[in-house]
């Protein structure tokens, strides 16, 4: 009686494996681009304390014609809401301004406690041919 042996098999299993790892083109991940710099809101309470805040590419934040650095962001809205029963913060964003700074942000603020934060849209825009 004859034994097949599975060796061979085997290596060329594992050749042909290395293979298509190394043919096969992986998708890499990339960063969202967000242009947000017109916001719709509307406010149903006049109480209402509303912080916008423009979130722009170079690590500041524009609110209210003063530029912030994402240090005297926290402190500068503490400031803002001490004396005030409801707030909100509406967030929006410049162009060129990355998902993940985007993102950073509004976890930046979850991590300090800062409720109430929202994000500004633009309306439906009809690009012209």
């Not at 609110?63 to 001490?82: Q, W």
């Amino acid at each position: 009686m004859t034994k097949i042996s599975l060796t061979p098999v085997i290596d060329i299993v594992f050749i042909l494996l290395i293979f298509f790892m190394l043919a096969s083109n992986f998708n890499k991940v990339g960063e969202i681009n967000m242009d947000m710099t017109k916001e719709t809101s509307q406010s149903s309470n006049k109480e209402t304390k509303i912080i916008k805040l423009l979130i722009r590419e170079d690590q500041t934040v524009l609110t209210e014609g003063k530029v912030y650095d994402d240090n005297e962001l926290l402190s500068m809205i503490k400031v803002a809401i001490k004396d005030v029963q409801k707030y909100s913060i509406i967030l929006t964003s410049k162009d060129n301004v990355t998902y993940q700074r985007f993102i950073g942000i509004l976890s930046y603020l979850k991590l300090n406690d800062i409720q109430n934060v929202s994000i500004g849209i633009r309306k439906n825009e009809v690009k012209k041919k």
